[in-house]
């Protein structure tokens, strides 16, 4: 009866965890050395700043759409001469805001590695029994701790890869999770061709009594879960996956650990 109820607890508080940010408004980011400082002033409006040795601190004021693209969210900036779209991952609690631009890989680092990185201060080590390779592309499990977009993990079993695991080895006490969903591109098409993860177990690897079963959403934006224990090892089990339009592959962006 206690686990029972403890589930649905859960449940409860890590749905409540993995709501989609509609708005930006009154949020401040910083880049990876604090020298870049996104201030969503309002819904429309935000400044931009930033500071150097040769100019000092140098601000503008953009007009901005914060957009809901399916499975995750387009930023988009406009000036006098141009319009940049950005590819937008924010962060449960605001710690961070990913946004990738113009087809690069690697995202704009606004607030996880700069004023919260030491929420993130972690040697992860990922392990799978197989991943996923098309030609020269391998979607190896150390994906799973990279922000690279384009780049996630993907199971290489003949099915969706139900019963399969992920072994995660952390180099610090974590309790929490976060997780990106999905194949990550900037084709929205591509993360709905694919399976997505639905339902995990994850397994204390340190006491395999502690075990919590959650229900993810079907979306990219990172959903943050909180366990109900401390540890260092895990397996995340896949018990059930959002069937992919195209392909019976299941595809993870990334998963972090959280200390607190």
Not at 182 to 199: E, I, P
Not at 205 to 225: G, R, S
Not at 244 to 254: A, Q, R, S, V
Request: hydrophobic share 35%; with cysteine; proline share 3%.
């Amino acid at each position: 009866m206690k686990k029972i109820i403890f589930f649905l607890c859960l449940f409860q508080f890590f749905y409540l965890n993995a709501q989609e940010k509609e708005s930006l408004s009154g949020k401040i980011f910083y880049n990876y050395g604090g020298e870049i400082t996104w201030d969503f002033l309002t819904d429309s409006i935000l400044e931009l700043s930033e500071y150097t040795d040769e100019k000092g601190l140098v601000s503008q004021k953009l007009e901005y759409k914060y957009v809901n693209a399916g499975p995750y969210y387009h930023l988009i900036l406009k000036d006098d001469s141009k319009e940049l779209k950005y590819v937008a991952l924010p962060g449960v609690y605001d710690e961070f805001l990913l946004l990738y631009e113009d087809k690069s890989i690697k995202p704009i680092h606004n607030g996880l590695f700069g004023r919260n990185s030491i929420f993130y201060a972690n040697k992860t080590k990922y392990i799978t029994d197989n991943y996923l390779t098309e030609g020269l592309i391998k979607y190896i499990p150390e994906n799973l701790g990279e922000l690279s977009i384009g780049k996630p993990w993907v199971e290489g079993e003949t099915d969706s890869g139900i019963g399969k695991s992920i072994k995660i080895e952390n180099s610090r006490l974590f309790k929490y999770l976060v997780i990106s969903n999905g194949f990550v591109s900037y084709k929205t098409s591509t993360y709905y061709n694919n399976n997505r993860l639905r339902k995990i177990r994850i397994i204390n690897k340190e006491n395999e009594a502690q075990q919590v079963e959650v229900l993810l959403k079907d979306t990219a934006i990172p959903a943050e879960i909180e366990l109900p224990f401390e540890t260092k090892k895990i397996d995340i089990e896949i018990l059930e996956v959002y069937k992919g339009e195209k392909y019976d592959d299941t595809c993870i962006n990334f998963i972090l650990c959280k200390n607190y």
